[in-house]
């Protein structure tokens, strides 16, 4: 299965249709601004290397979809909370794996609020995605993944997640370089690690037991997906940035691993757990 970074961008074309009515005119107006033709084909020569390719498509087919996750937190019946999300205002980072986790962490926002049908919010932060994807060379991309399927499922929230999904799941063609592939694991760990610090930050939000005993479990079943993240990471071993982060995801991973049953993370291991993932957010996103 090959399967690439989450990245959604212009496949919320018409979100705000499903997110409220107060936001139709700004919509309107912004619609001209919005490419409606598929773009070109990408010509980039394929100078992949294979195993690393391989490497990549392994560890992304066995860690669930962000957006998946993301869905599942709003069934939790917690209160949606934009104090979670970071300020798009942030500043960006100086290297490309830096903005690469930022902009996954912001994809994740964004949908965050997309599942929660808060339209301004989806659409502040559709825009900083949007900035952010052409910054690192991926709009095209993205445009060419979607073209106009969005714009025909403007009031289908479900079918627009599907389609997140499948760009998710069906963006090989973009992974032409080792350059390309390595920018697409950083989105993924953006991604992937703003998932499980609103994991953390919902679960403490909670005030009912079933939804402390979700996050707890959720938290313990990462030792599966956090490893195949680190596996992929440690590839890069060459590249001080991404060692730095993996460095970080290893100590979380050494944590969770050393608790064998979900009924024995408790309290204390969350919280323990859960300063390292907000800790590691911080850095991410200074």
């Not at 399967?3 to 961008?9: L, Q």
């Not at 999904?165 to 080792?178: A, C, G, H, Q």
């Not at 989105?187 to 402390?212: D, N, Q, R």
Request: glycine share 6%; net charge negative.
């Amino acid at each position: 299965m090959n399967k690439i970074f989450y990245i959604t961008g212009l496949s919320l074309i018409g979100i705000f249709a499903s997110c409220g009515d107060g936001h139709k005119d700004e919509l309107t107006e912004n619609h001209d601004s919005i490419p409606s033709n598929v773009a070109p084909v990408d010509t980039t020569p394929i100078t992949v290397n294979e195993d690393t390719k391989f490497k990549f498509d392994f560890a992304i087919a066995n860690i669930p979809s962000p957006v998946s996750s993301v869905n599942e937190l709003s069934s939790w019946g917690v209160p949606y909370n934009s104090a979670f999300l970071i300020d798009p205002k942030s500043n960006s980072a100086a290297d490309e794996f830096g903005k690469g986790l930022q902009l996954g962490a912001f994809n994740i926002d964004m949908s965050y609020a997309m599942v929660n049908n808060v339209g301004e919010d989806v659409l502040k932060y559709m825009k900083t995605v949007l900035v952010k994807s052409e910054a690192l060379g991926l709009k095209g991309a993205v445009d060419q993944m979607v073209g106009k399927r969005a714009e025909k499922n403007i009031s289908n929230k479900d079918s627009l997640l599907r389609i997140l999904d499948e760009i998710f799941v069906k963006s090989d063609s973009y992974l032409r370089t080792n350059e390309r592939v390595y920018t697409a694991s950083a989105v993924f760990a953006g991604s992937w690690v703003e998932a499980l610090y609103l994991t953390c930050k919902i679960t403490e939000a909670g005030t009912e037991p079933a939804v402390k005993e979700k996050g707890y479990k959720q938290l313990w079943d990462q030792r599966f997906y956090l490893k195949n993240l680190s596996e992929l990471l440690n590839d890069y071993k060459d590249k001080k940035e991404c060692v730095a982060l993996n460095d970080k995801l290893k100590v979380i991973l050494n944590e969770i691993t050393v608790i064998k049953d979900p009924k024995d993370f408790k309290e204390a291991n969350f919280k323990s757990v859960s300063e390292k993932i907000y800790a590691l957010r911080a850095s991410m996103i200074k």
